[in-house]
């Protein structure tokens, strides 16, 4: 797999200066979406053709547009509205749209765009119009192999994204998880790849040994993970391009709950020896490993605040699993869970000011956040069995893993990956080709 | 906190009663948990004649109860007498926990197998350890039974 081909932007046609015409609001829940039309990109008839010959697909503009169109639908904040009663027809509308047939059908953004074949690369221009204000917004073109398609329809979806809510999109990214099969007492477990959207999966691993919480390099197309490779659960290291895999340290014991440092050149982990757990960091390039933390309890589930200053992690040396925050050399250990309840995998978010966490009370699971001096605890979802919440680059989503209860005869398990808003609204299921489970979310694969 | 032990100890003999009083109309489930550890016999291995094979926990605990260290005595008394024999102890945990934090909770569970046959005089160079965490339940069940069943600590002859 070619992951870190280039697209190239070659071509600023103007430079998004804001003007505030219309904006989306992210931060609270969003229950009025905006109206916003996907004109299918335009084709001519001769990339039409060489496009159908060398990818397989009737007209590759409409296949972008309705990735555009899906991606802006999932994250809650757009209702791309039905084609159907577009009266303008692409390739006119991508020169000089009639605002006034696109104010008519409630459009207050349109996308427009044309795909055409050049040297054998695809190339993609796109627009992004206010339809109230009758002005062009975001206009971009890229070049690139055209087996990359989807990854233009996501990333013209970040820009379009970026442009309408001043952040970050997430959309040309990839998820990396654990694939499961199999009855319950003997679940086999493969480590597996897909786009954000569940295109392109792939499976790493074939299976042949347990693998756990995989967790991507926040730099690279690097992963670390668990495997019970010879029955020795270790943490790993796994060059997604490359195939090749290593373990990670040289510990007389069971290594375990990985995670990358925010600058990709660390590995901070659990090292569980005589019963107790510690949190062990390894640089990748010296290989010197420190130890964090010293208390005979157990401590895991490590995670970096990204400015690298801080570790937030999991421990029951209250009696309890609870979170706490520290210095990164393990100084200054503070708890900072109060509430009712037992705490779990804390993550730190990419944008610094909050602490993602699984949460049990009374029988029932809780994805929740909390600022990270513990302050403002906020449960976003409840359900049965549900842990490992992930969050998207821009700090907006967060992916986890859900978990159904068996029937009398302990049958009818299942286990899907579900994503939810920072806001609590838009929780929905991510399809997977299997059961899936301990997801974890990749930076923007370009930006 | 100790109205807190005062008030788990209650409900602990609240539930105890409970598990009684349902013995009357419900059938075989009941009778096999003390508190919450499984003391039935389901699931149950012997390494030899009247040896079992694992003990159980309650949950989020990694003491060992009376009847544990009943069973990691015979155990002791076998390996003692079996003097070749190695073994891997395998902790594990119920689903009713964080990933990370069972697979840290069943190696604590495996090391206080460990060090109960440790102090019956077997060495710890015959001893080694696995967690599992929650990885391989005995039984799919997700009901407090099934749970309990469980968290366990097995002992499996490694050669």
């Excluded at chain 1, 994204?161 to 001043?166: A, D, E, I, K, V």
């Excluded at chain 1, 290594?255 to 960091?281: H, L, W």
């Excluded at chain 1, 037992?342 to 966490?357: E, K, N």
């Excluded at chain 2, 499984?38 to 291995?45: K, Q």
């Amino acid at each position: 797999m070619r992951i870190l081909i280039k697209i190239i932007i070659f071509l600023i046609l103007i430079p998004s200066k804001s003007f505030g015409l219309i904006e989306v609001d992210i931060t609270r829940g969003n229950l009025d979406p905006l109206p916003i039309a996907v004109s299918p990109l335009s084709i001519d008839e001769n990339s039409r053709q060489n496009f159908e010959k060398i990818l397989k697909k009737g007209n590759i503009g409409n296949e972008i547009s309705k990735i555009i169109e899906i991606n802006l639908k999932t994250s809650g904040l757009f209702n791309p509205l039905n084609k159907d009663a577009f009266l303008q027809a692409p390739d006119i509308a991508n020169l000089k749209p009639r605002f006034e047939d696109w104010n008519l059908i409630k459009a207050q953004a349109l996308i427009t765009g044309k795909v055409s074949y050049l040297d054998e690369k695809l190339r993609v221009e796109f627009r992004l119009w206010d339809v109230l204000a009758g002005k062009e917004m975001v206009a971009l073109a890229f070049t690139t192999v055209p087996t990359n398609w989807r990854r233009v329809g996501h990333i013209i979806t970040d820009k379009v994204y970026q442009r309408l809510t001043g952040e970050k999109g997430y959309f040309d990214t990839r998820i990396i998880y654990v694939a499961e099969e199999g009855p319950k007492t003997k679940r086999i477990k493969k480590l597996a790849i897909m786009d954000q959207d569940g295109a392109n999966n792939k499976f790493l691993t074939l299976g042949n040994e347990l693998v756990l919480t995989p967790r991507f390099n926040p730099t690279s197309q690097m992963v670390t993970y668990l495997s019970y490779f010879r029955n020795l659960p270790r943490v790993y290291l796994l060059d997604i391009e490359t195939g090749t895999q290593e373990v990670v340290g040289d510990f007389p014991g069971m290594t375990f709950a990985p995670r990358f440092s925010p600058d990709g050149k660390k590995i901070i982990m659990s090292f569980a020896k005589d019963g107790n757990s510690e949190i062990y960091t390894m640089d990748l390039e010296n290989r010197i490993v420190e130890k964090i933390t010293n208390h005979p309890s157990i401590d895991t589930s490590p995670s970096f605040s990204p400015d690298g200053k801080f570790i937030c992690f999991n421990s029951d040396r209250s009696g309890y699993q609870q979170i706490y925050v520290m210095r990164s050399d393990g100084s200054k250990v503070k708890r900072i869970s109060f509430g009712k309840g037992l705490y779990g995998t804390p993550v730190w978010s990419p944008r610094g000011d909050l602490i993602a966490f699984t949460k049990l009370h009374k029988g029932k699971f809780y994805i929740g956040v909390m600022r990270t001096d513990g302050s403002g605890e906020r449960l976003l979802t409840e359900n049965f069995y549900q842990e490992a919440p992930s969050w998207s680059p821009n700090g907006r989503v967060l992916i986890f893993y859900r978990e159904t209860k068996t029937d009398d005869k302990g049958e009818g398990f299942s286990a899907k990956l579900w994503s939810i808003d920072l806001t609590g609204y838009n929780e929905r299921m991510v399809k997977t080709p299997t059961d899936a489970s301990d997801p974890s979310w990749s930076s923007l694969l370009s930006n | 906190m100790k109205l807190n032990k005062i008030l788990k100890n209650t409900l602990l003999i609240v539930f105890a009663c409970f598990a009684l009083s349902a013995c009357a109309t419900s059938k075989k489930t009941s009778g096999q948990m003390q508190g919450d550890v499984y003391t039935g016999t389901d699931s149950v291995e012997y390494l030899a004649s009247g040896v079992p094979d694992r003990v159980f926990f309650a949950t989020n605990e990694s003491v060992l109860t009376t009847a544990s260290r009943e069973t990691l005595r015979k155990q002791a008394a076998y390996l003692r007498k079996n003097s070749k024999i190695t073994i891997v102890l395998e902790g594990h945990a119920d689903e009713r926990g964080t990933r990370e934090y069972n697979l840290a909770l069943g190696e604590r569970r495996a090391n206080a197998a460990k060090d109960y046959l440790m102090t019956y005089g077997i060495s710890s160079n015959r001893i080694s350890v696995l967690s599992y965490g929650k990885e391989r339940p005995v039984d799919s069940g997700s009901n407090p039974l099934a749970w309990s069943k469980n968290r366990r600590s097995v002992t499996v002859k490694a050669n």
